[in-house]
Structure formats: structure tokens, C-alpha cells
Nanobody, 123 residues
Framework: QVQIVESGGGLVAPGGSLRLSCAVSGATLVDYSIGWFRQVPGKEREGPLCFRSNEGHTHCANSAEGRFTISRDNAKNTVYLQMDKLKPEDTAVYYC????????????????WGKGTLVTVSA
């Protein structure tokens, strides 16, 4: 059974940084592409903000490019989302998702979702 657990969320001041972690168990990152999504309560889920394919291809959406970076630690089977220059509008629950061997991650094709971690950007 594949399980995904996000961590690293919290309260940060505008302009600050956070690093989110996505720990995957029951599967290896060689077989799954990982994407990060976010959702503000009452709004539709957005994303992927960034994704990393199982083959190592990475991409970030315009809203994240230049501020967010995705990376992977195969030994820990963990994917990270480094978020810098955070803005109040980045406040949301951030979700990690896994999709079987794909060049891109699409919300409609995700195989497994984590339960999310809350990021609050506020002074």
C-alpha cells in the first residue's frame, strides 16, 4: 500500500521560506512522478505547482517559478518543495501526489494523495 505523508508546513512571515517534505512509502520514486498541489478552503485545488517525474524531469507553474523548487532524495524516498519569498496568497493546504511513471503530473491522473500540510503566510 502506497502512503504519502507531507510535513513541514507552519506559520511563516511574508518573504520567509519553508521546506515541505513528501515522504513516500510502499513505492519508490523511480516508479512514481511526484507533484505538489495546494488548496485554499472554499476554492478549487491548484496545481501541480511543481512536479518531478520519475525520470527526473522537473517543472514549476508560473505562479511558483522562481520562488519554489522541487527536489528529490532517492535514499529517503522523499520529495521536497522549497518555498522562498512566500506571500500571503501562498496560504493554503499543500498536498503531495504520486502518479505512476509519467512525464507530467495531472490532478486527474494521480494515483495517490497525501493528507496535506497547512502553510500560513502572515505577519
Amino acid at each position: 500500500q502506497v502512503q504519502i505523508v507531507e510535513s513541514g508546513g507552519g506559520l511563516v512571515a511574508p518573504g520567509g521560506s519553508l521546506r515541505l517534505s513528501c515522504a513516500v512509502s510502499g513505492a519508490t520514486l523511480v516508479d512514481y512522478s511526484i507533484g505538489w498541489f495546494r488548496q485554499v478552503p472554499g476554492k478549487e485545488r491548484e496545481g501541480p505547482l511543481c512536479f518531478r517525474s520519475n525520470e527526473g524531469h522537473t517543472h514549476c507553474a508560473n505562479s511558483a517559478e522562481g520562488r519554489f523548487t522541487i527536489s528529490r532524495d532517492n535514499a529517503k524516498n522523499t520529495v521536497y518543495l522549497q518555498m522562498d519569498k512566500l506571500k500571503p496568497e501562498d496560504t493554503a493546504v499543500y498536498y503531495c501526489a504520486a502518479q505512476w511513471r509519467s512525464r507530467a503530473v495531472l490532478a486527474t491522473a494521480v494515483d495517490y494523495w497525501g493528507k496535506g500540510t497547512l502553510v500560513t503566510v502572515s505577519a
